[in-house]
């Protein structure tokens, strides 16, 4: 990407994929009923501006009553497909400073009573830089993602037990052409939102397969 051309617009296409998660036992362990504990992952992508993010959420997923070596397993396999395009500067810009972050979240699986808002906690966050993928062969990537408790440290070997995501993303850079129209929010092909700026990305979100 060639940040001399500042005066294009350039549009990106990128491919993520959550796969799956392992080391919940932990999570099993301290639930009291894991029949009734569901989990899925949230991720945020930045849109170039600290103050504007998408937001996208795989589908819940129970966690088993037994595993394997002691080291669960769920799936989701879930993929999402978006278009980014906007100024050449802030295309480069958002590959360059900015993350995907992952969240690790739980839920009751039970109705939440009435007049109260059913919420998740999260477990354990983590976070791609959009630089690895950028500078990564043909800008495509798989890896797992540890999630974290958050205000917490751990030494190595305990972190290699805490529960990890695993991910991939594939970027492709698309067309440039000279025009700069005005960004916009979009997701699943329906207007969310606009903004003024162009440095805001328009984004749009698929979620493909389940």
Not at 4 to 25: H, M, P, T, V
Not at 129 to 148: C, G, L, R, T
Not at 157 to 171: C, E, T
Request: proline fraction near 3%; charged fraction near 25%; aromatic fraction near 6%.
């Amino acid at each position: 990407m060639d940040p001399d051309q500042g005066d294009y617009s350039s549009s990106l296409s990128c491919e993520l994929r959550i796969i799956k998660a392992k080391n919940l036992d932990h999570i099993m362990k301290s639930s009291s009923s894991s029949a009734g504990v569901v989990l899925f992952v949230r991720c945020y992508l930045s849109a170039g501006n600290s103050t504007r993010v998408v937001r996208l959420e795989t589908h819940e997923t129970g966690i088993p009553s037994k595993s394997d070596d002691d080291h669960s397993i769920i799936t989701w396999n879930s993929t999402f497909s978006l278009d980014c395009s906007g100024a050449q500067e802030s295309i480069n810009r958002l590959t360059q400073g900015s993350a995907v972050v992952f969240e690790l979240r739980r839920r009751s699986s039970f109705p939440p009573l009435i007049g109260r808002i059913q919420g998740s906690k999260l477990i354990g966050r983590g976070e791609v830089p959009w630089k690895n993928v950028v500078e990564s062969a043909d800008m495509e990537i798989e890896q797992w993602v540890v999630m974290i408790p958050a205000g917490r440290e751990y030494d190595e070997d305990v972190v290699k037990q805490l529960p990890a995501v695993q991910i991939a993303i594939k970027i492709q850079e698309c067309s440039k052409r000279k025009e700069v129209s005005e960004g916009r929010w979009v997701v699943h092909n329906e207007e969310c939102g606009s903004c003024v700026d162009y440095e805001f990305f328009a984004i749009a979100a698929a979620l493909e397969a389940l």
